[in-house]
């Protein structure tokens, strides 16, 4: 993190500043909602401001120079991670939960992927992503509010868990994680902090512990540094 912010000090200061104070001081009063926030207009509003970038669902105190090499190695990584895993995503029932601007849904459809679900609490990509790829589907959902139909081998959660930001949201998202995942399936998830704390109005850090509680008889692997922070990978029983 420290490596971040020194990296967005350097290249975008002015960036760093306006993003601090819409976090800091806008958001709070723009989208607060009852104990958590109003997840569903952030993420419409954000999407609509950024369009097709990947400074939409990535860091907006970055350029989108930055965010475009960040996602890039990320995307490497995790087709690695996927290989030591002996998961092979393109024979895989693919689960992706918060497409964001659908970068790890064009890298799983380069992966081979021909059947995969992306679900997502805004819908404000899906035109573009139908267009792009037909053969998979989209539906609007909460996944602290619904479980997706269907049974999944690999499901992807990545940098969402952290804009569930009470533990009773996250209960639920987990029980419908659980819920649609095939025997044997891998749930990749990230990010994993390692401390858990309250971050801001729309973040949380979750750590190991946070999740390892909801996932009795699953295997839980050991936490793999990732972008910013780490993975970790959670296998249900063959
Ligand atoms: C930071 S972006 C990450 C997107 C993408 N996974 C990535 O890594 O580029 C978070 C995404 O999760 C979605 N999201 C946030 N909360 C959600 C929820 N409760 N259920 C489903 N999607 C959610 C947002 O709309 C957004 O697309």
Redesign the pocket.
């Known amino acids: 993190m420290a490596k971040d912010l020194w990296t967005k000090l350097k290249t975008n200061p002015v960036g760093l500043a306006k993003n601090a104070v819409v976090k800091l001081v806008v958001n709070p009063i723009k989208y607060r909602k009852g104990e958590g926030y109003d ?1 569903e207009r952030y ?1 419409r509003d954000r ?1 609509e401001r950024h369009g097709a970038n ?1 400074t939409g ?2 860091d907006e105190g970055l350029s989108e120079d930055d965010n475009r090499r960040m ?1 890039e190695e990320a995307g490497q990584k995790l087709l690695a991670i996927l290989a030591d895993e002996g998961v092979d995503p393109a024979g895989a029932r693919v689960l ?6 659908g ?2 849904t064009g890298l799983m459809h380069d992966a081979g992927v021909r059947d995969l679900t992306g ?4 819908d404000v990509q899906f035109e573009r992503f139908r267009a792009r790829w037909p053969e998979f589907r989209f539906h609007k ?4 509010q619904v479980a997706p139909e269907g049974r999944y081998d690999l499901v ?1 959660m ?3 868990i952290q ?2 930001v009470t533990e009773d ?1 996250l209960a639920d ?1 987990f029980k419908h994680v659980k819920s649609v995942m095939a025997p044997g399936a891998a749930f990749v998830l990230y990010p994993m902090t390692d401390r858990s704390r309250r971050h801001m109005l729309h973040v949380h850090w979750w750590d190991t512990d946070d999740v390892r509680k909801h996932f009795d008889g699953h295997a839980v692997g050991d936490a793999i540094p990732f972008r910013y922070s780490n993975l970790v990978v959670i296998r249900k029983a063959g």
Do not use: K, M, Q
Request: hydrophobic fraction near 55%; charged fraction near 15%; glycine fraction near 10%.
């Open positions: 997840a993420w999407f990947l669902p990535g996602y992706e939960i918060g497409c964001g601007n970068f790890f679900v997502d609490i805004t959902a909460d996944i602290t992807l990545i940098d969402v804009h569930i949201a998202a």
